[in-house]
């Protein structure tokens, strides 16, 4: 009953910006108690304090995708966040609150999504059903394995955290970013959707531009998993008829280093790098590397593991 009406005050530091003033700092004091989200603690220094304080937020339960910005650092939805959760984790009465990384601020912890939303569209964020259906003469049913392959890739809320905590979009205007990948795998993947081809079109080069730093995966306040669904895209590459250098150089590498496996059980990083990218761009990344002091890297050979056919049987190579 004590920690129920534990209450703290809380020194709330959040960077503001406008296009007069510019980027600044400023602080609001405030008492919170167990229950009070993030979007509450805003609510009440815009209301009690401080009208001129500018941020989103609509639903107030994570659903509505709109209170998305940086809480001490970290990417989270307010509205998700507890305010004396943060202070406990933190060890400090102070709370830092920040737009959203990569996208530009409009004012204080408004962002512009334009770009973001350019990016969902771009993967058709629907279903397309059958003739059939449109017209009414006939009905679709998910079986439910395919309910549960697409359940979790349909909680996508659009609230932009992946991609602002994601280093590949800032780096490769190609690639779709992680929330897309999640939508779009998401009607990919749906028996009752009808432009699977031009949908993997859209999809297939993007999917292999991805790091694989699991940052939207860190972030997702929804447990979508968007890195899963460019995983499980990159798979249906091979059903794709004309491939993209890039989708092309990708599953080079993935079977360079299954190959590298089934033969020694280990990742033979030079033998791989050749096979994938070929001997002339290996050997001048070869030489960027002996110039770098790296050439015990590139030129080292492994051996193969004593018990190598145990690897090869938990690939599916023996009985
Ligand atoms: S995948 Fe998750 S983090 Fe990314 S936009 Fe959707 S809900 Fe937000
Ligand atoms: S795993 Fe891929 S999509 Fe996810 S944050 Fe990293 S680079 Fe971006
Ligand atoms: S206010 Fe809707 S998700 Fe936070």
Redesign the pocket.
Known sequence: MESQLEQREIVVKVKRYNQEKGEYWQEYKLVVDRFTQMTEVLRRIKSEQDPTLAYRASCHMAVC?SCAMRINGEPRLACKTLALDIVKKYDSNQITVEPMDYFKVQKDLIVDMDEFYARMFKVKPRLYPSKEVVEGRGEHRLRPEDQRELWKFAQ????????SACPAVRIDEEFLG??AH?KGYRFLADPRDTIYDERLKILADSAWRCTYCYQ?FN????D?E?VTTIKKTRAHTRFLKDKSEVAKTGEKHVKAIFDSIRETGKLEEAKVYITTYGLAAAITDMLYTMRNGKVNLALIREKKVSQIDQIQKLMGEKE
């Open positions: 995708g996508c809320i659009w609230c932009g955290l992946c991609v992680p929330a999640a939207c972030v997702c306040p929804r979508v968007p």
